[in-house]
Each structure stands twice: as C-alpha cells, then as structure tokens.
C-alpha cells in the first residue's frame, strides 16, 4: 500500500512537473519582454523572439556570443559586481537598468532583471534574465534632464522671484530679477510703489487672506494662487512671504514661484493616467494591476467582459472567487510567492466566465518599481488560450485520421509518379526531336549567311576590276606625259639647251607626276580596306573621293559629274562600303550612257538633312530604267548586261549594306529624261548647320 501511495505521488510530480514546464514554455516564448537562459559563464543558452527583436541578432547569433560581449562598456563593471553578489548569496535577485550594443550599431537601454536558478544541493545552476526595452524611456528622461539643465541656467542666480516691502505702507523697497520678469515690471516702476498699485493679484479676496494671515502668524509657505502680470496675463504662482526685520523696521520677504511647469506635469500626469485606463479598456487582452501586498486594484474592462462581474467585485481578492478550484491554490502561490521574491511570473489556469463556463487563460505579470527600488505593485496581462487549448486536442485528433490518409495517398501517388515518369520520357523524345530540328534550320542560316558573304566578295571583285580600269584610264596621261619628258632630254641635251634649271624643272613635273599615280594607288587600297566599326564620316568628302576614282572613266565618256550640297552632312556607318555603293551607282549609270546616246550625259549627286535623316538622290539622263524591270534590278544576279558585263550583284550588295549594315534604305524611280537613286541615312546629331556651296 506504501508503495501505491508513492507511485501516485510520483505520478502526480511528474504531471506538475510536464505542467510547470509547458507554462515555462509558453510564457518563455509568448512573453512580451526578453527572456533567457543564462550560463553561469555568460553566453546565451535559451532566448525568445522579443530578446532577438530587442537586441537586433538573430537567434543563432545571439547564441554565439556572451552577454558582456553585446554590453556597453562602461556598464560592464556595475553589472559584475551584482552578478557576484547573486553567485555569493547576497542578494536572490537584482534588477538594474544598462545599455547593451545592438547588432545595426547604436546602444539600446533596457531594464535587465536577473534571477539565479540553483540545483537541488544549493550550488548555482544558471541564470534566468528578464529584458525590458527602456530605450523610449530613457530618450525622455535625457530630454527632461536636458531641459532642467537649460532651466536652471536660465534662472541661476535667482530661480525665484523675490521682493522686499515695508510692512508698514506695503511699498516695494527690493526686487530680483526673476521677479522683473515674473511680473513684467521693471525695477525703477516697482521700487517705492505698494502691490496694491500693480494689481499684481488676480483676486483681491485672496490678496486680503494672504495678508491677514501673514500679520497673524508671520508666515505663509507655498501658497498656491493666479497671479497677474503687467500685461494682463495670468500665471500659476506659488506663494511664500514671511516677516523679516532690516535695519530696526519689518518688512515683508515675499517669494514667487512660476509653477507654471508643475501645474502642466500634473495635468500630464493627470492625462498619462486617463490615458492609460484607455488604452487598456481599448485593449482586447486582460490588463490589471494590483499593489505590493498582491490585492488587485485595477482591472480593464477585456476583464470585466470575461468575466462578467463589476469591477468592485474584481478588487481586492474579489478575482479569487473566478479561479476553478483545482487552480485556485496553485495560482495564489505562484502569484503571492512572486510578490515576497519581488520577480516576474507567468502562469496557466482556468477563470469563470460571465455564462458559467471556464476558460484557460495564460497570464504574464511583471513587479514595478519605485526609484527607491521599492515595490509599488505588478501589472499583467491575460490572453484567452482556450480555443488554442482546444485545437491542440483536435489537432491530435486529425494527426492520426492524417497518418491513414497519407498512406493512402502515397499509394495513389506511387501510380501518378509512374504516369508522370511516361510523360517525361514522352516529352524527353519530343525535345530530342526538336533539338535536330532546330540544328538543321541553324545550318541552314549559316549557308544563307555564307552565300551572302559570297555576294559581298562577288561584289567587291566586280568593283576591283573596275577599279584597275579606272586607274588605267587615269594613269594613261601620266604616263604618256613621262615617256615625252623622257624622250625631250636627249633632244635637248643634243641642241645644247640642257642646264640645269632645265633638268630641275622636268625633274619636279616627273615627281608631281608620280605623286598624282601614287596617291591613285592609295585611293584604290584605301577603298578596299573594310571597316569593322562604325564610324563617323563626311559624306561629301567620300562621295568626292569616290568619283575621283572614276574620274578617268567618266571622263573618257564625257559624263559630267556634279555635286550640289547645302551642308557638310556627317554620318555614322561604314565610309568605304558606302563608297562601294556609290560607285555600283555610277557604274550603272555610265554603262547606261554607253548604251543610250545622249547629247550632254550629266549624273547630278544632291545631298540634304531632312529631320533626323540625310538623303542622297544620284540623277542621270540616259533614258531611264524599263518599267518591267524597275522592281527587280535590286534582287541577286538580275542583270540586263551581257555574261561578260556583270555578275548581278552590285545593286543587291548595294541594298544589303545601306539597309543592314547602315540602317537607312536605297530605293530607285524613273524622273524625265533618266533614272533617280535615293540613299537615305540616319543624321548625325552633330552635323553641322547649312552651308552653302556646289561642286561640279
């Protein structure tokens, strides 16, 4: 039987002691302060959300440092020391306000109250520590100590008004400068005038008190009453007077203090304190407070709903009457057990509500201090966790119908993966399929690409060839004009004639001929040198250098060629491919006065800046281009010259490289008398403005 007995006092211990650590629990983490656990060493080993809010770390880095790691410097000192006196037995608990370093840089004020747990033979065990924020706090009491600081620099020598007056005729005789101010009245209109002549009281009758009672009993202290200034406005003043004697005669020592700030700070107060009962009637949780001996005195009106009573019957230890009777002993030792160790407590238990049923509340009270570090009372809140008490149950419940469903669905899921595994080869086939797909067409763009690359080459050895015969043609007078100089020489040095101001001068038209066939060759390499950036370039100057290097060919036709322009228009592309452009133009209009006899073969080149856009119109007179053919002389290999005359290719090279290469567009038309191509290119912003001028 004895042992049936400890069985169930075993049991029982262990469901209170499976009870007090899942109210540890929750209030550890529900708590509206920090909480943690401390080593006896310092470091961190439990810690709740709002300590990691409070503090800035995260909970995996504030458990890799020590608690005088994050503390301020200079608040390290005072902190050991209790911590000493803890360790030594000195005290069972302190409270103390410090400053620790948050993680983003700048310190944080809290209010650290820290208890030492102990084992069961005494020895320490770890620390608990409770974390308010006062930071807010803080910031106000440094502003009100700053503007007492500022105060009483202000009113150093004299805070207070003061004033002597004969007790006799009531006339002024001294005054401070503080009480100039008070006032209003300066020192020359107060001295030898009575306080009847000022009018300095609001009330007359209490003027008259003020004075009987000072004849009577030689003194008034802080008496306080409405005062009146020079200006009319009335102020808060505490009163003293009291009778001195100078020199053999009484006088009246009378003493004004503005009070103006207190009367404020007691409204304040007065509005703090509505405010609170506000806020917490506002509030959905239950808020109360009670004094230092535990009785309540007051409960927020969240309570008063709860539990459907008035708040006369809640005060005092009226609360007790709605604790169940199984919680009702465990809640009184908690709660007055924190009260006598003056520290925090968190408890769980079931309260009557206003219909008769119970609800589990979960309560969380903190002590309050006075400066004096006296216990004024506790505050603390109460949350309804009964519908969180009843989902637990439930949730039980559904976890073991959820085990049987997910083994029902991991069999069904076991079919899908084996349909999706399908699918997935399926589409795997289908991307390999797409794959060759997508090689062939590539293939096919890179010998698309390549047969244009054949074009431009086709195109630029067409050029070439025309090219060697314009050099031919222009080298054709300079060499003739070399082999007469030559032949001159031995006929002259035969007649006697050659000196030496003769050989200087055939000399210097040898070399300015070679110098003209030289800067030909040049012209000719330059043309062919491709550009592989943009570049800017003045379109006048290419489309001259270009018809330079026809000029013997048109020359020998008799083309006249003419340049008019009203700007030097400047363009951003690729000049020597623009001048193969130009000189696939002129070559086809050349041959066209070749097969079209005309009287005065003319080719008239116009370059304009329109908008954003420069334009180049190529006009020739020889006929025109059929009308037939007019769509198609753009396309590859189109030619209407002989296999001998042409590859086809020019003006489609032509196209490709304004179009795609340069961004503009080439297009052709028939005008009276001949044929126009228009070039139309993007403008350079920074062409410059008109000029006129022609070149033919």
Same mark, same amino acid.
């Given at each position: 039987?004895?042992?049936?007995?400890?069985?169930?006092?075993?049991?029982?211990? @262990?469901?209170?002691?499976?009870?007090?650590?899942?109210?540890? @629990? =929750?209030?550890?983490?529900?708590?509206?302060?920090?909480?943690?656990?401390?080593?006896?060493?310092?470091?961190?080993?439990?810690?709740?959300?709002?300590?990691?809010?409070?503090?800035?770390?995260?909970?995996?880095?504030?458990?890799?440092?020590?608690?005088?790691?994050?503390s301020y410097p200079e608040d390290v000192a005072r902190h050991q020391v209790l911590i000493h006196r803890l360790l030594a037995g000195d005290i069972g608990t302190y409270a103390i306000e410090k400053r620790f370093l948050r993680k983003s840089g700048p310190t944080v004020w809290v209010n650290l109250t820290v208890s030492l747990?102990?084992?069961?033979?005494?020895?320490?065990?770890?620390?608990?520590?409770?974390? !308010?924020?006062?930071?807010?706090?803080?910031?106000?009491?440094?502003?009100?100590?700053?503007? !007492?600081?500022k105060f009483s620099k202000v009113f150093g020598l004299a805070p207070i008004g003061m004033t002597?007056?004969?007790?006799?005729? $009531?006339?002024?005789?001294?005054?401070?400068?503080?009480?100039?101010? *008070?006032?209003?009245?300066?020192?020359?209109?107060?001295? $030898?005038?009575?306080?009847?002549?000022?009018?300095?009281?609001?009330?007359?009758?209490?003027?008259?008190?003020?004075?009987?009672?000072?004849?009577?009993?030689?003194?008034?202290?802080?008496? !306080?009453?409405?005062m009146k200034d020079k200006g009319g406005h009335l102020f808060w003043g505490s009163f003293s007077a009291v009778v001195i004697e100078i020199r053999?005669?009484? @006088?009246?020592?009378?003493?004004?203090?503005?009070?103006?700030?207190?009367?404020?700070?007691?409204?304040?107060?007065?509005?703090?304190?509505?405010?609170?009962?506000?806020?917490?009637?506002? =509030?959905?949780?239950?808020?109360?407070?009670?004094?230092?001996?535990?009785?309540?005195?007051? *409960?927020?009106?969240?309570?008063?709903?709860?539990?459907?009573?008035?708040?006369?019957?809640?005060?005092?230890?009226?609360?007790?009457?709605?604790? @169940?009777?199984?919680?009702?002993?465990?809640?009184?030792?908690?709660?007055?057990?924190?009260?006598?160790?003056?520290?925090?407590?968190?408890?769980?238990?079931?309260?009557?509500?206003?219909?008769?049923?119970?609800?589990?509340?979960?309560?969380?009270?903190?002590?309050?201090?006075? *400066?004096?570090?006296?216990?004024?009372?506790?505050?603390?809140?109460?949350?309804?966790?009964?519908?969180?008490?009843?989902?637990?149950?439930?949730?039980q419940q559904a976890n073991k119908i959820l085990e049987q469903?997910? =083994? !029902?669905?991991?069999?069904?899921?076991?079919?899908?993966?084996?349909?999706?595994?399908?699918?997935?080869?399926?589409?795997?086939?289908? $991307?390999?399929?797409l794959e060759a797909e997508t090689s062939e067409r590539l293939n096919v763009q890179q010998e698309l690409r390549e047969k244009e690359l054949l074009l431009l080459q086709q195109s630029r050895l067409a050029a070439m060839g025309e090219m060697i015969s314009n050099i031919a043609h222009q080298w054709r007078q300079p060499l003739n004009l070399l082999g007469l100089l030559a032949q001159e020489l031995p006929v002259t040095y035969k007649s006697g004639k050659l000196d030496l101001e003769y050989v200087q001068h055939n000399v210097e038209k040898m070399l300015e001929t070679i110098r003209h066939m030289s800067q030909t060759i040049d012209d000719f390499r330059n043309f062919f040198r491709p550009y592989k950036e943009k570049v800017p370039f003045n379109m006048v100057e290419v489309i001259e250098k270009t018809i330079s290097l026809m000029e013997g060919s048109l020359t020998n036709q008799k083309i006249e060629t003419t340049i008019c322009h009203d700007c030097d228009a400047m363009v951003h592309g690729y000049p020597?491919?623009?001048?193969?452009?130009?000189?696939?133009? *002129?070559?086809?209009?050349?041959?066209?006065?070749?097969?079209?006899?005309?009287?005065?073969?003319?080719i008239t080149i116009q370059i304009a800046v329109l908008g954003e856009r420069t334009v180049v119109t190529i006009t020739d007179n020889a006929g025109g281009i059929p009308e037939p053919i007019l769509d198609k002389i753009f396309d590859p290999y189109f030619t209407t010259k002989g296999p001998d005359k042409g590859t086809g290719v020019g003006l489609f090279m032509s196209k490709t490289i304004v179009e795609k290469s340069m961004c503009g567009s080439l297009t052709a038309r028939n005008v009276p008398g001949g044929a126009q191509f228009r070039i139309e290119l993007p403008a350079r912003p920074d062409s410059p403005g008109p000029q006129r001028g022609q070149h033919g």
């Amino acid at each position: 039987m004895p042992d049936q007995q400890e069985t169930a006092k075993l049991q029982s211990l @262990h469901a209170a002691l499976r009870s007090s650590e899942e109210l540890f @629990h =929750a209030i550890f983490n529900l708590a509206a302060v920090g909480m943690a656990q401390v080593s006896l060493e310092g470091s961190w080993q439990r810690i709740n959300q709002k300590l990691c809010d409070i503090l800035g770390y995260s909970s995996a880095e504030l458990l890799q440092l020590s608690i005088l790691e994050i503390s301020y410097p200079e608040d390290v000192a005072r902190h050991q020391v209790l911590i000493h006196r803890l360790l030594a037995g000195d005290i069972g608990t302190y409270a103390i306000e410090k400053r620790f370093l948050r993680k983003s840089g700048p310190t944080v004020w809290v209010n650290l109250t820290v208890s030492l747990v102990r084992n069961p033979d005494g020895t320490p065990k770890y620390f608990i520590a409770i974390v !308010e924020d006062i930071e807010q706090r803080k910031q106000a009491e440094q502003q009100l100590r700053e503007s !007492e600081e500022k105060f009483s620099k202000v009113f150093g020598l004299a805070p207070i008004g003061m004033t002597i007056s004969s007790l006799c005729d $009531g006339k002024f005789v001294e005054i401070n400068e503080t009480g100039e101010r *008070l006032s209003g009245y300066p020192r020359e209109e107060v001295i $030898g005038r009575s306080s009847a002549q000022f009018n300095i009281w609001a009330s007359a009758e209490e003027r008259n008190q003020v004075i009987s009672e000072v004849l009577e009993k030689g003194v008034v202290r802080d008496r !306080e009453m409405v005062m009146k200034d020079k200006g009319g406005h009335l102020f808060w003043g505490s009163f003293s007077a009291v009778v001195i004697e100078i020199r053999g005669e009484k @006088h009246l020592l009378s003493l004004v203090s503005d009070i103006a700030e207190r009367k404020r700070a007691q409204e304040v107060l007065r509005e703090s304190e509505e405010r609170f009962r506000l806020l917490a009637d506002a =509030a959905p949780v239950i808020i109360w407070e009670s004094g230092p001996d535990g009785r309540l005195t007051f *409960l927020n009106r969240a309570g008063l709903e709860f539990t459907g009573r008035d708040l006369e019957q809640e005060l005092g230890d009226g609360w007790t009457q709605g604790v @169940h009777p199984e919680d009702l002993e465990r809640c009184l030792e908690t709660f007055l057990g924190a009260v006598r160790a003056r520290t925090a407590f968190c408890m769980e238990y079931r309260l009557r509500r206003g219909d008769g049923s119970y609800g589990w509340l979960a309560e969380t009270a903190i002590p309050r201090f006075a *400066l004096s570090r006296a216990l004024l009372g506790y505050i603390g809140t109460c949350i309804d966790i009964s519908e969180s008490k009843m989902i637990k149950e439930r949730l039980q419940q559904a976890n073991k119908i959820l085990e049987q469903r997910v =083994a !029902e669905r991991t069999s069904e899921l076991r079919l899908t993966v084996n349909t999706l595994q399908e699918e997935i080869d399926e589409r795997i086939r289908m $991307g390999q399929a797409l794959e060759a797909e997508t090689s062939e067409r590539l293939n096919v763009q890179q010998e698309l690409r390549e047969k244009e690359l054949l074009l431009l080459q086709q195109s630029r050895l067409a050029a070439m060839g025309e090219m060697i015969s314009n050099i031919a043609h222009q080298w054709r007078q300079p060499l003739n004009l070399l082999g007469l100089l030559a032949q001159e020489l031995p006929v002259t040095y035969k007649s006697g004639k050659l000196d030496l101001e003769y050989v200087q001068h055939n000399v210097e038209k040898m070399l300015e001929t070679i110098r003209h066939m030289s800067q030909t060759i040049d012209d000719f390499r330059n043309f062919f040198r491709p550009y592989k950036e943009k570049v800017p370039f003045n379109m006048v100057e290419v489309i001259e250098k270009t018809i330079s290097l026809m000029e013997g060919s048109l020359t020998n036709q008799k083309i006249e060629t003419t340049i008019c322009h009203d700007c030097d228009a400047m363009v951003h592309g690729y000049p020597n491919e623009f001048s193969q452009v130009l000189l696939n133009i *002129l070559i086809n209009a050349r041959d066209a006065f070749v097969e079209q006899v005309a009287a005065s073969p003319k080719i008239t080149i116009q370059i304009a800046v329109l908008g954003e856009r420069t334009v180049v119109t190529i006009t020739d007179n020889a006929g025109g281009i059929p009308e037939p053919i007019l769509d198609k002389i753009f396309d590859p290999y189109f030619t209407t010259k002989g296999p001998d005359k042409g590859t086809g290719v020019g003006l489609f090279m032509s196209k490709t490289i304004v179009e795609k290469s340069m961004c503009g567009s080439l297009t052709a038309r028939n005008v009276p008398g001949g044929a126009q191509f228009r070039i139309e290119l993007p403008a350079r912003p920074d062409s410059p403005g008109p000029q006129r001028g022609q070149h033919g």
